[in-house]
């Protein structure tokens, strides 16, 4: 198992992560590009290398382009900007819930809806920039789990639309209700409320205290040079003992009901979901009204294919309605390879979990091939394959 660990020791804001989390492997470049699939322009990203007390790291800076016309949008405006992006769903699902924390916060503050909030730290370009590179960040990393220290929130005084408050400014104070956090080791704010929405949306345990080994550090650095290093430091951390061998993809499920189809075309069209990149399509014999015979039809695809794959069964069957809806797959590891046996060479299909190989699959077209060529069963090919990988 794969973790990321947040060491809050100094604070955290949405650059800070954004630093840190390239310094540990992000690439730079697809983060950028990632980015420019939100379409709007006025904003660019400079990533390089910096210095707090000794403590290099990678600094990343959202740069404004035309601060005078820059906006200050509501919440909605930033959900449609997000949900209008080709983003994947799993990045939007993970920038919206940090941008709701924003909002509704900022809403308890004002005694407003959070519809109604008009404010810089959601709507402005740098907030959108970095919490929607975070979640660009944590689906690039692929993560089992997230963990982060107590966070450091600081000490002294901020200005803010409220005036001159104390430590933390009223958002953030709102923002980590319920969770663990430290108070005083610097005289300026230490975590913004971007930074503290980062981690209280993504982050699944807060402790102080870590077991695992750390197979990584990395920094991100921050804008002040105080005495205490103004750094943001990760770690990843690998649990030896909890591979799993599974990984979660979302995933679109299309069905349609169909009483009216000649039998005799669904191979046709199972030939062209296929071929047009279904993940897996099939059929269910079923008795709608009337006690009418009918078959259910159901494609499994990419949330990209969707639309694609609707066109294709309204051209190619004689439904007139289809419903869809999301799922989560969960997918044992798998490795191809291919043996000789003494009939010929197969390919095989083997699947693993906690770390153990549970199932091997020789490929049935290669068994198919080989039982015709030779005369023999194709059990009796399948026999020998197994007798291979056994030795």
Known sequence: ??????????????????????????????????????NIDGFHLEIKTDQRRGITGTKADVIIENQENEKHRHLRHVEEIVNNSSLSESVKTNALKIFDLVAVAEAKVHNISKEKVHFHEVGALDSIADIVG?????????????????????????????????????????????????????????????????LVATVDEFTGQISLPITKTAYGIGNRDSEVPNVLRVYLLEDATSVTDVTNEEAIVLESNIDDMNPEHYDFLLEQLFEAGASDAWLVPMIMKKSRPAVQLSVLCKEELREKLKGLIFTFS??????????????????????????????IKQSFYNGKLVRTKPEFDDCKKLAIQHQLSISEIEKEVNKQVES
């Open 318 to 347: 004689t439904s007139i309605g289809i419903r869809e809806y999301r799922v989560t797959k969960n997918m044992l590891r798998r490795e191809e390879s291919t043996i000789e046996t003494s009939y010929g060479a197969v390919r």
């Open 134 to 198: 975070a979640a660009i960040c944590l689906e690039y990393l692929k993560v089992d789990k997230v963990m982060a220290s107590p966070i450091q929130l600081g000490g002294g005084t901020v200005k803010c639309a409220h005036g001159i408050m104390p430590v933390p400014a009223p958002a953030t104070a709102e923002i980590v209700k319920g969770i663990p956090v430290k108070t005083g080791l610097v005289n300026h704010e230490a975590t913004t409320p971007t930074g503290a929405a980062i």
């Open 1 to 38: 198992m794969k973790i990321l660990y947040y060491d809050c020791f100094a604070g955290i804001s949405g650059d800070m992560n954004l630093g840190a989390l390239i310094d540990l492997g992000v690439d730079a470049d697809y983060l950028k590009t990632e980015l420019e699939k939100l």
